[in-house]
């Protein structure tokens, strides 16, 4: 992770910050694996939008996430930054649809994780974070 800010929300266990901020863990299995999908759901009106010069708004998000296994330690890590650009007709729509974001993490053995996650606004410097605990199976064993 290359920032501190992002590293020290999502060391943190309690969920905080000033962007509302979902989320949502599932887990999946396919040929290549298990992984734990996070559905990151944020509301744009925390967001700052800048327009753009072809009358666009854009909003440049930081986005990183962790597994956390039972014993506390890191079972893997994403950081990534995400452009949002919005034409006018929907940024000036008083009912904006909310930001969906959906990121996967491997996961290399069944047992209770914790997923953190943490965005920035980076034109803003608003941050939120939240956490929560799935349950990945034994496959192995059948349902």
Known sequence: M???ELMRALRSPFAAGNIRLRLT???G???EGTYLQAMLFMDPAD???VETEDGEHQAVVNL???TFDSDGRVADAVDRNYTVRLPAPLYQSPEKLGLLYSVSLPVKR???FQMRA???DAT???LASANEFIEVPDLSKGW
């Open 2 to 4: 290359r920032d501190g």
């Open 25 to 27: 863990p599932s887990f």
């Open 29 to 31: 299995n396919s040929p």
């Open 47 to 49: 967001l700052k939008f």
């Open 64 to 66: 990183a996430a962790m």
């Open 110 to 112: 069944p047992g209770v």
């Open 118 to 120: 943490a965005v920035r």
């Open 124 to 126: 803003s410097g608003r």
